[in-house]
């Protein structure tokens, strides 16, 4: 596309990603994203040159479960500033209830999950349907796969051995301290031992690989405060204590339209007990997954 279309943009791309015009669909959304690129269909698009206005959310797939059952979407547009009006909102199963999208910018609206109206415990699965409509545009359709799980108990959760570091917060992001630890009871506790006054990034993850990367694709990851949205951590004088972290197989993105973060490559596992980076990384083989 880039080679016969030089003008186009990342943004030109989602705009087209998102309006359905580049894929084909193979499968659920949770598990095949956008569908499979269509060579054909994306160079046509690319050199007929009509950009459409979309809209995008975030999240783009809401998972609820017996102790998440309400999720706000935010809305956005490309082109950035063009108008885009909700006509219609099809919740897509009786379980869902959505909430009248608002009338400020950006748009959101709240999608609310009731279990009292499912038979038991399973996985359900919904599309929530959004309708929209550009100024002088036919009216489009964003389509958001919802999901709600009931009857797993929390106590069960597990998504394998954790890495635990703290990472310097200049641009080197030299992994300075490191804990391994194991999930007990749905959850992975940690703590660091005389850690020196400063910011810090707070990380975790799983090396699936074994190749000293946490959070690469396919591997859980973690990211304080939100994964994919990392923020310093102040640590002073005192101790610090309660901080959580949600751990995820989901690929982190970095805008509302679903965006990978380009660039980004994992966090290093730490070299040696005083050491901080080169050398082979501090782990055991994991020989059962």
């Given at each position: 596309m880039k080679a016969e279309v030089p003008t186009i943009t990342p943004a030109g791309f989602q705009s087209f990603l998102v309006n359905g015009d580049l894929t084909d669909d193979v499968?659920?959304?949770?598990?095949?994203?956008?569908?499979q690129i269509n060579a054909l269909a994306a160079m046509d698009a690319a050199l007929d040159g009509n950009?459409?206005?979309?809209?995008?959310?975030?999240?783009?797939?809401?998972q609820f479960n017996a102790a998440v059952l309400s999720e706000q979407l935010?809305?956005?547009?490309?082109?950035?500033?063009?108008?885009?009006?909700i006509t219609d909102v099809d919740p897509g199963a009786p379980w869902l209830d959505v909430s009248e999208p608002s009338d400020a910018r950006p748009l959101s609206l709240t999608v609310t999950a009731d279990p009292t109206q499912l038979g038991g415990d399973g996985r359900y699965m919904a599309t929530l349907v959004i309708t929209y409509q550009a100024d002088g545009a036919p009216a489009a359709t964003l389509m958001i796969p919802v999901s709600l799980s009931l009857g797993s108990s929390s106590d069960e959760r597990n998504a394998g051995r954790h890495y635990v570091?703290?990472?310097?917060?200049?641009?080197?992001?030299?992994?300075?301290?490191?804990?391994?630890?194991?999930?007990?009871?749905?959850?992975?506790?940690?703590?660091?031992?005389?850690?020196?006054?400063g910011e810090y990034f707070l990380v975790a993850g799983s090396d699936m690989d074994n190749n000293g990367l946490i959070c690469e694709n396919g591997e859980?990851?973690?990211e304080y405060p939100v994964n994919g949205l990392?923020?310093?951590?102040?640590?002073?004088?005192?101790?610090v204590g309660g901080v959580r972290l949600s751990t995820s197989f989901r690929r982190p993105t970095i805008t509302s339209l679903g965006l990978p973060r380009v660039g980004f490559e994992g966090y290093r596992l730490r070299s040696g007990p005083k050491s901080k980076t080169g050398g082979e990384p501090i782990r055991n083989v994991e020989s059962t997954r």
């Amino acid at each position: 596309m880039k080679a016969e279309v030089p003008t186009i943009t990342p943004a030109g791309f989602q705009s087209f990603l998102v309006n359905g015009d580049l894929t084909d669909d193979v499968g659920p959304a949770f598990e095949y994203g956008a569908g499979q690129i269509n060579a054909l269909a994306a160079m046509d698009a690319a050199l007929d040159g009509n950009f459409p206005i979309t809209l995008g959310s975030s999240p783009t797939a809401i998972q609820f479960n017996a102790a998440v059952l309400s999720e706000q979407l935010v809305f956005s547009t490309y082109p950035e500033g063009e108008s885009v009006t909700i006509t219609d909102v099809d919740p897509g199963a009786p379980w869902l209830d959505v909430s009248e999208p608002s009338d400020a910018r950006p748009l959101s609206l709240t999608v609310t999950a009731d279990p009292t109206q499912l038979g038991g415990d399973g996985r359900y699965m919904a599309t929530l349907v959004i309708t929209y409509q550009a100024d002088g545009a036919p009216a489009a359709t964003l389509m958001i796969p919802v999901s709600l799980s009931l009857g797993s108990s929390s106590d069960e959760r597990n998504a394998g051995r954790h890495y635990v570091l703290l990472v310097s917060a200049d641009d080197e992001r030299d992994t300075l301290e490191q804990a391994v630890v194991s999930a007990s009871r749905g959850r992975y506790e940690f703590a660091f031992d005389e850690v020196e006054a400063g910011e810090y990034f707070l990380v975790a993850g799983s090396d699936m690989d074994n190749n000293g990367l946490i959070c690469e694709n396919g591997e859980a990851c973690a990211e304080y405060p939100v994964n994919g949205l990392p923020e310093k951590i102040v640590i002073g004088e005192e101790p610090v204590g309660g901080v959580r972290l949600s751990t995820s197989f989901r690929r982190p993105t970095i805008t509302s339209l679903g965006l990978p973060r380009v660039g980004f490559e994992g966090y290093r596992l730490r070299s040696g007990p005083k050491s901080k980076t080169g050398g082979e990384p501090i782990r055991n083989v994991e020989s059962t997954r």
